[in-house]
């Protein structure tokens, strides 16, 4: 085999592994797509002591939080499933 030979099989080597590189990361990028969209109408939750947000589902609401040695604490409610009267979850 010549030395041109070699080289142009090292070429065509290098152009099929960049396009599966391609490939892969154009799946990833569809996949990062896909959940943005899923989470585009959730609310979101910004603690400026801790420096993070957090985005959940609208349907559900933020009742009360709590800093302790461990962490940060929620209480997520969905206020569909409480009894408006009595204020006691069903």
């Given at each position: 085999m010549s030395k041109q030979s070699v080289w142009i099989l090292i070429g065509i080597l290098i152009i099929v592994i960049?396009?599966?590189?391609?490939?892969?990361?154009?799946?990833?990028?569809?996949g990062?797509?896909?959940?943005?969209?899923?989470t585009t109408n959730w609310s979101t939750y910004r603690s400026d002591?801790?420096?993070?947000?957090?985005?959940?589902?609208?349907?559900?609401?933020?009742?009360g939080e709590t800093t302790t040695e461990n962490g940060l604490h929620f209480?997520?409610?969905?206020?569909?499933?409480?009894?408006?009267?009595?204020?006691?979850?069903i």
């Amino acid at each position: 085999m010549s030395k041109q030979s070699v080289w142009i099989l090292i070429g065509i080597l290098i152009i099929v592994i960049a396009g599966y590189g391609w490939t892969q990361f154009s799946k990833m990028q569809t996949g990062s797509d896909v959940v943005s969209s899923q989470t585009t109408n959730w609310s979101t939750y910004r603690s400026d002591q801790f420096s993070f947000t957090l985005k959940y589902p609208s349907n559900l609401a933020i009742k009360g939080e709590t800093t302790t040695e461990n962490g940060l604490h929620f209480l997520l409610e969905n206020p569909s499933q409480v009894d408006k009267r009595a204020g006691v979850p069903i």
